[in-house]
């Protein structure tokens, strides 16, 4: 989270992570695409000598809020090999959406993964516990998948909130997107931190991060 002076901008950061190939930046291309024009900035996508970025901004317009608020989505495409690169992108996460591969074969990567990912939050000072994160199991469109009993099976088992998605095909990105916004709120509301605005402004914040996404191009 990045705040102005006095609090009077405020950016949340929504990290998309997983393993290369499981539709991170496809997630966030689709995302860009069904945003409203006028509250999206430039969707740009950086390379490094090591790695590749994705990221835009998304403006939300939330009438006599104290701050003015605004989303950053952010992932690096593929697998990065640049340990800064996943300090970049963790410092300031706010809320995590894990993406990973419904496939049968990818149950090793995905759990790699995500043991990778608690080392590198941990590395930036982030308890893994502690940081508000949603999953959602991409690819649901590819044969010899694991079934959304199994999964949804699996995601009882853990504190994270569960998505089914084909980003591909745009299926389940807004809803992953949208819960994650949910999950951050009710996140700050239990912890009572951050600005005051996510606590005072959270059921118009949750509507307009909804109202964003029903605009496709």
Known sequence: ???????AS????????????????????GLHARSVHTSRSHLARLASRSDRTAIFDLRLEIPHAPSALSIEL???????????????????ADVIVFVADSRIAAAQSNADAFLALKTHL?????????????????RQDEPKIRS?????????AGRERVFLAS???????????????????????????????????????????????????
């Not at 989270?1 to 609090?7: K, T």
Request: net charge positive; proline share 4%.
């Open 74 to 92: 952010c992932c690096v495409s593929g697998e990065a090999k640049d340990p800064s690169t996943h300090r970049w992108l963790l410092r300031n």
């Open 10 to 29: 405020v950016t949340l950061r929504f990290a998309y992570c997983g393993a290369a190939g499981v539709g991170k930046t496809s997630n966030l291309a």
């Open 167 to 217: 980003a591909a095909q745009g299926r389940g990105i807004v809803e992953t997107f949208v819960g994650a916004m949910d999950v951050l709120l009710t996140s700050v509301a239990n912890e009572r931190s951050g600005p005051e605005v996510l606590r005072s402004h959270a059921a118009q914040i949750r509507a307009q991060t909804a109202a964003l996404m029903t605009s496709p191009d």
């Open 148 to 156: 959304s009993t199994e999964l949804l099976h699996l995601a009882s």
């Open 1 to 7: 989270m990045r705040c102005s002076a006095n609090n």
């Open 122 to 138: 941990r590395s930036v000072g982030m308890d893994p516990r502690q940081v508000p994160m949603v999953i959602q199991f991409n």
